[in-house]
Nanobody
Framework: VQLQASGGGLVQSGGSLNLSCAAKGINFRIHTMRWHRQAPGKERELVAL???????NYTDSVRGRFIISRNNVRRKVYLQMNSLNSEDTAVYYCAIRWRAADYWGQGTQVTVSS
């Protein structure tokens, strides 16, 4: 299983970024995909997930600002992040659970400047 995240960068407060994560080595369409993030000095937290049926869920702090989506043909999951603020600064990871184990992408840094 390989996950490759991209799309991070430096953005001003109030701005937007779109993260993407490409998956290889799995039957992508049947799996729930997740985005997590880890800010400096904090534990990694679940940000959003999307099931194989397209059902989504978000942590409260991003609900209404972030949108998770997937393209099963391209084997990609996306995280559209809007109205970014300094609290969103973190390394963002895509993840999948496969055969009782979690697999993680390499992470992409998102930095929001005030």
């Amino acid at each position: 299983v390989q996950l490759q995240a991209s799309g991070g960068g430096l953005v001003q407060s109030g701005g937007s970024l779109n993260l993407s994560c490409a998956a290889k080595g799995i039957n992508f369409r049947i799996h729930t995909m997740r985005w997590h993030r880890q800010a400096p000095g904090k534990e990694r937290e679940l940000v959003a997930l999307i099931t194989d049926k397209g059902e989504t869920n978000y942590t409260d702090s991003v609900r209404g600002r972030f949108i998770i989506s997937r393209n099963n043909v391209r084997r990609k999951v996306y995280l559209q992040m809007n109205s970014l603020n300094s609290e969103d600064t973190a390394v963002y990871y895509c993840a999948i659970r496969w055969r009782a184990a979690d697999y993680w992408g390499q992470g992409t840094q998102v930095t929001v400047s005030s």
